[in-house]
């Protein structure tokens, strides 16, 4: 059997990350394949739902990075991400969310080897955790449908 | 009990307010009642009994009008009148405020601080049910908790009743509404409820009361306020604000200290 | 109709039977403190003393979330699949009660009216309703003043009556006698219990015809401005009515695919009848009140000659401020 190649999605920053990412690649170190990035202006634009629609389509793990603290663009863009992402773990741990498969770091526009090694690391741990298959089941209410009719209690009366 | 009748009848005779929100006798439980004449103060009851948060009424336009307005504010709607005065929903000067003590005296607040110095004062209204749920699930590994709430809340049948009982859910379009993109899915299933939940809580953040009125509104008898118990906890915790105080541009998630400290950033 | 007599360790047999067979059984059971409809895998699981389910059985035809069709996109050609009527489970819904069996006729009645909507007809076809007559009530039944009852068989193909040491088992149609027939040496011979002894006694709280009478002026009553105050506006009485027939439609799509799914509305939300324009026929809580009472009481009557209403009184049960139905219906 071949081994389990996580998908990875990454939120990042146009200023820090996203020029960070550029530079790792432009200084040919090589890092794992299996990111996606999505760029963002700011990761104060990085609302919450993103990470829940990636893990819903199909994610396996998430990476959010951005610039490190005092150095946004935008002065406090990072400030106030950093305040929405410490209660949206939080929140999630408490609902049994695997908050392992999502990896915040600050990444600058001069680390290069940093987002090869916060990439590298990701899809490490997050092939140790297998895919991410509970939270898209969820997602299905076509098979819940098809198993109950009525609601969604058959999940706690058959077991 | 009578002195609180007494006093609703002469606010009301005065004109000094032109409704009373308070609470009657219901069928199994005390319910809302809107009082405009000082001869139906005498249906006026408030006991332990009376844990509806009845500040959800401050903001129904429809209902209010420009009258003024007394209400008699349990525990957790006197720190839900707080949030409101912050996010400037309501008017103080519109408002008069009543409540009950442990001792059955009625106060009537002249100013935010003496709120305040209520809340910090009187005991907080046990909820032992809750501290029980809370403990086991706190116990439970990260898979277990999942189980947990993916059974409860596919069983949600998107009501949001939790909402409509909610005294900081005024928004007059909620996100769940929101289509365009259609943000969260708005029909009820496993995930979608979950996307519902998730949002509903992180909204709360900062604001909300700890009142749980939003889980006693759910007809299916969901926990699911100690979603937003837990924000909370998460707040006090990380922030160090103060779900008491009422201060003015104090908001969890609009503000930002450059020495918050958090330990799972890389 | 054909009486017989079976034991409840017999209906147990039975229905272990049934979903031997492969049928889907939906019954009350137990959910922390409360009694709900869920899908039984043995007998054992089922409630049979409990007063009242808190959502109705409406979901076997008319499920909270259900697919109308799929939809793919390619090369600008666009592929439409219907729902597929098949493939419903043969569903037996057992331990309703009568006002629950009596509210496939309301909620037919709207999914028949001049568009005859197959999926509706398609689950409910392949379902079997065998209700449990009534031998306790509270004070939010008043299924007896919208001219049903306890021991109503509209709406059953079999109705269990629990009487001494046993049930009086009516099979009542065709389907009934049917799922009977999944193991009929499970029903002994009637022994001639009289039915309406071991019924509830439930009087009535109110004169329905009256009501009727009054709401036909009552359009423009500050009554509705009165009665509402308290409601908060959300969708809890109209999600567990066994008769509120409201849907919304939404579109599950992703990229070039998708499907489009009938939803559960209510006339509670302030964005029920919403118009694009911005709107609302229905603006404040009132109206939206008053449509609630009207069209069960007034509008659904005059026009499809059937009541919206079967007394269950759930709504009252589930409403987080007590609106009180029959307390509200009484005092117009
Ligand atoms: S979220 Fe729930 S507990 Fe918090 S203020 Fe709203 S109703 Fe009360
Ligand atoms: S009140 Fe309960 S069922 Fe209704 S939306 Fe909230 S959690 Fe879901
Ligand atoms: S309106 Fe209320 S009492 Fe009447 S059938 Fe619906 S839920 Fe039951
Ligand atoms: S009557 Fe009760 S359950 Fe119905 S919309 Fe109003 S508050 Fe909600």
Redesign the interface.
């Known amino acids: 059997m071949s081994e389990f190649e996580p998908k990875i999605v990454a939120f990042v920053c146009n200023w820090c990350t996203y020029a960070g990412a550029d530079l790792t690649g432009t200084s040919r170190i090589k890092y794992a394949s299996n990111v996606k990035i999505v760029r963002f202006p700011c990761t104060g634009r990085i609302d919450f739902m993103l990470l829940l629609k990636a893990f819903a ?1 199909g994610a396996d793990g998430i990476i959010v990075s951005g610039c490190h603290p005092n150095d946004c663009h935008y002065t406090s863009g990072n400030f106030h991400a950093r305040r929405r992402w410490v209660i949206f773990r939080g929140l999630l741990n408490f609902m049994g969310i695997d908050v392992n498969r999502i990896q915040f770091s600050w990444v600058s526009a001069a680390e290069g080897a940093k987002w090869a090694d916060v990439v590298n690391s990701t899809v490490t741990a997050v092939r140790e955790l297998g895919p991410y298959t509970q939270y898209r089941k969820a997602a299905d ?2 098979a819940q ?7 969604g ?2 999940a ?3 077991k | 009990m009578e002195e609180l009748r007494k006093k609703a009848a002469e606010l009301l005779q005065s004109g000094e307010v032109q409704m009373v929100i308070g609470y009657e006798e ?4 005390p ?4 009082i405009s004449s000082a001869d139906d103060a005498a249906k006026l009851i408030y006991d332990d009994r009376c844990t ?1 948060n009845l500040a ?2 401050l903001t ?1 336009k ?2 209010i009008g420009g009258q003024k307005i007394a209400i008699t504010a349990s525990y957790f709607a006197l720190r839900s009148i707080l949030r409101l005065l912050t996010e400037h929903q309501i008017q103080l000067d519109k408002l008069v405020v009543l409540t009950v003590s442990a001792e059955k005296e009625v106060i009537q607040f002249a100013t935010t601080d003496d709120i305040t110095a209520y809340l910090q004062t009187a005991p907080v209204p046990a909820r032992e049910d809750d501290k029980a749920l809370i403990e086991k699930l706190n116990a439970m590994s990260p898979a277990e908790r999942w189980e947990f709430w993916s059974a409860e809340l596919s ?1 949600c ?5 939790c ?3 909610c005294p900081m859910c005024y928004c ?1 379009k909620c996100i769940v ?1 929101e289509n365009r993109p ?1 943000w969260i ?5 496993t995930l979608a409820n979950i996307e519902w939940h998730i949002n509903r809580a992180m909204h709360m953040t900062g604001r909300c009361a700890d009142c749980g009125a939003c889980g ?2 759910c ?3 969901l926990p699911i306020h100690l979603l937003s118990h837990q924000i909370v906890q998460e707040v006090t915790d990380n922030f160090a604000l103060d779900v008491n105080q009422a201060v003015s541009g104090d908001n969890a998630l609009s503000t930002f200290k450059p020495e918050d400290k958090e330990n799972f950033i890389r | 109709m054909e009486k017989r007599f079976i034991t409840q360790a017999s209906i147990n047999r039975w229905l272990t039977k049934i979903v031997n067979d492969g049928k ?1 059984l ?1 019954a009350p ?1 137990k ?4 009694v ?6 043995s007998a054992d ?1 089922i409630v049979f003393d409990h007063i009242q389910t ?2 109705s ?1 409406k ?2 035809a008319f ?5 109308l069709f799929s939809y793919e996109k390619e090369k600008g050609k666009v592929q439409l699949e219907n729902a597929d009527l098949t ?3 043969e ?1 037996v819904v057992f331990g309703l009660h009568p006002c629950d069996a009596a509210g496939f006729n309301p909620l037919g009645a709207i999914f028949n009216w001049d568009y005859k909507d197959e999926i509706y007809n398609a ?1 409910l076809q392949r379902t079997v309703v065998v209700t449990l007559a009534c031998t306790k009530a509270d ?2 039944c008043f299924c007896t003043s919208v001219n049903g009852g306890p021991g109503n068989t509209a709406g059953s193909d079999i109705q269990l009556t629990p009487v001494k040491d046993g049930f009086l088992a009516e099979i009542l149609t065709e389907k009934g006698e049917a799922l009977m027939k999944a193991d009929e040496a499970a029903f002994e011979a009637d022994r001639g219990d009289v039915k309406e002894e071991f019924l509830v006694k439930l009087p009535e709280k109110f004169d329905v015809k009256a009501v009727q009478e009054k709401l036909q002026t009552a359009f423009e009553s500050p009554i509705w401005k009165a009665q509402s ?2 409601c ?5 009485c ?3 009515c066994p008769t509120c027939a409201c849907f ?1 439609i ?5 990229g070039t695919k998708g499907k489009r ?1 009938r ?2 509305d ?1 006339c509670g ?3 029920f009848t919403l118009h694009t324009s911005g709107h609302n026929p229905r603006q ?3 109206q939206r009140w008053r449509q609630r009472l009207l069209h069960k009481f007034s509008y659904m009557p005059d026009r499809l000659s059937v009541r919206g209403c079967t007394g269950c009184g759930r709504c ?7 609106m ?1 139905l029959s ?1 509200h219906l009484s005092s117009i």
């Open positions: 389509e209410y076509l449908q098809d198993q109950s009719i009525i609601d209690q058959e706690m009366i058959i | 219901g069928t199994r439980h319910r809302p009642c809107f509806g959800v009424y129904h429809e209902l069983k049948f998107k009501c949001y009743a909402r409509a009982a007059t509404e259609q899915q708005p029909w009820a299933s006693a509104a007809p299916l008898g | 889907h939906y059971v959910k922390g403190d409360r709900d409809f869920g899908r039984a895998t699981d808190t959502q059985a979901s076997v499920p909270r979330t259900d697919v493939a419903y489970p569903t689950r004070e939010y105050q308290r908060i506006g959300c969708g809890a109209a999600y567990v919304d939404q579109e599950d799509a992703h799914l939803c559960w209510s939300f302030a964005l404040t809580q009132a009252s049960r589930a409403c987080p401020v007590d009180n307390e």
